[in-house]
């Protein structure tokens, strides 16, 4: 069912679907899967509903949370990307360690107009996925930013105090070349 909604094949994985979820009502990926064949054919209060089922069942569900960030992101409006930003944050707020989080987050908040949060859930990804030289440029660049209120740039400067060391130590850790 899943090939066939990327095939764009909707009616027959909507068949498809119909006959797995009465061999298995209720299932999980049967129910992502029907969300994803309302987001295909752009059936927008359908995947809505399914998702804010899904995730009254099954709150905090990496997945569930991740596919329907995708699904609001996919509308293209800031007010979607606001939302997915909303729905992501959950994730964070649990304690999220997964960058794919950070990076739907950051891409969330750059729909959403937020450049500046978009950046520093970029940086967070960045960090988790322990690139911290590239974190700690994109913070660079972040704090040359006009637009910084006193929070971002607060922000910003304790991340840049905090990697600073970190990414020091890892140069004085690497290997010189011979010269």
Do not use: K
Request: hydrophobic share 45%; glycine share 6%.
């Amino acid at each position: 069912a899943l090939t066939l909604i990327r095939a764009l094949r909707h009616d027959e994985a909507a068949v498809e679907l119909a006959r797995v979820q009465a061999e298995l009502p209720g299932e999980l990926i049967v129910q992502l899967a029907l969300a994803e064949l309302d987001v295909a054919r752009g059936h927008e209060s359908g995947w809505r509903q399914r998702y804010t089922e899904l995730e009254r069942n099954h709150p905090d569900h990496t997945v569930i949370t991740a596919l329907h960030a995708e699904a609001l992101m996919s509308l293209g409006t800031p007010t979607a990307g606001e939302q997915a930003r909303e729905v992501l944050r959950r994730l964070v707020v649990a304690g999220s360690d997964d960058p794919e989080v950070y990076e739907r987050l950051g891409r969330a908040s750059l729909l959403a107009g937020r450049s500046v949060r978009a950046g520093e859930a970029h940086v967070r990804a960045a960090v988790l996925r322990g690139a911290y030289e590239d974190a700690l440029l994109q913070l660079r660049e972040l704090a040359r930013r006009d637009d910084l209120d006193y929070y971002a740039r607060a922000r910003v400067d304790a991340q840049i105090s905090m990697l600073t060391p970190v990414v020091m130590e890892i140069r004085e850790r690497s290997p010189r070349p011979a010269g």
